[in-house]
């Protein structure tokens, strides 16, 4: 069976027939600047030491040197091109740089790091010296598809042609306002909605909100604007999930959904 947890912000705790992998784990107290305005959705102790993280880009509230300094060394890091150096700094030898569109396997996992419409800096790498990603996870029973940060672009539409069906999208729904500043490189409820539309996939969860306050939209207004964004699109409330921060939500076995279906029909 496979489960989704929300740490908080873009990161989740994926639990897939006994693998763990997180995506973009920041535990920490802050975002460089910004407190966080609610605790880890799982304590750092409890990840296990043979997870594996994906890394979307260096922003400080995707990459916290708090969190990997406190993961276990045997964890597996994957991440965009020129970030290896910083983990290797750190003492993470574990680690595989990616360009976009490679593949990679691990055990049963086929890991492709694809584009995002977004940008990357950090004090210690200066602005878009390191590539920025999102990340697509395919096992033999189910695919993930973990955006990180983006703007809203043709790519969505492309890669669910490639590589659907995907199950379950984690998508960014925060951090848009004001909108003629955000609009390039954060998408907005809707448009995070009509991503899940583009990818085809079976299921959504909005991500990237509510942790750290970044930008103009109140920190717990994304939800209710994806809500309605689903109802004027007459979409299926069912399919597109907002999580509290540590719940966990198993996903739906593929098989029973399209024996469901078939019956409906």
Not at 100 to 105: E, L, N, V
Request: net charge negative; with cysteine.
């Amino acid at each position: 069976s496979g489960s989704v947890a929300w740490v908080g912000h873009a990161s989740f705790a994926v639990q897939d027939e006994g693998d763990v992998f997180l995506t973009d784990p920041p535990f920490g107290p802050r975002a460089l600047l910004p407190r966080r305005k609610t605790p880890p959705g799982i304590p750092i102790e409890a990840v296990p030491p043979h997870a594996f993280a994906v890394v979307s880009h260096d922003h400080y509230d995707h990459l916290d040197a708090w969190t990997v300094d406190r993961l276990p060394e045997t964890l597996d890091w994957y991440v965009p091109l020129g970030l290896g150096e910083w983990f290797r700094k750190r003492g993470r030898t574990r680690v595989v740089e990616f360009d976009w569109w490679q593949s990679a396997q691990r055990g049963r996992w086929t890991l492709t790091c694809l584009p995002s419409q977004h940008w990357s800096r950090r004090t210690e790498h200066g602005t878009n010296e390191t590539l920025w990603c999102s990340w697509l996870l395919q096992s033999d029973l189910r695919s993930y598809y973990f955006a990180g940060d983006t703007g809203y672009f043709h790519g969505f539409a492309e890669y669910g042609r490639r590589f659907g069906p995907i199950d379950v999208a984690l998508l960014p729904i925060g951090a848009y306002a004001p909108r003629w500043f955000m609009r390039g490189h954060h998408m907005d409820p809707a448009e995070a909605y009509q991503a899940f539309l583009d990818l085809g996939a079976r299921h959504m969860i909005g991500m990237h909100w509510g942790t750290f306050d970044l930008t103009d939209e109140p920190v717990d207004l994304p939800p209710r604007v994806l809500a309605e964004a689903v109802r004027a699109r007459e979409g299926d409330p069912e399919r597109v999930r907002v999580l509290a921060v540590g719940e966990r939500w198993r996903v739906p076995d593929a098989e029973l959904a399209r024996a469901g279906a078939s019956a409906a029909r």
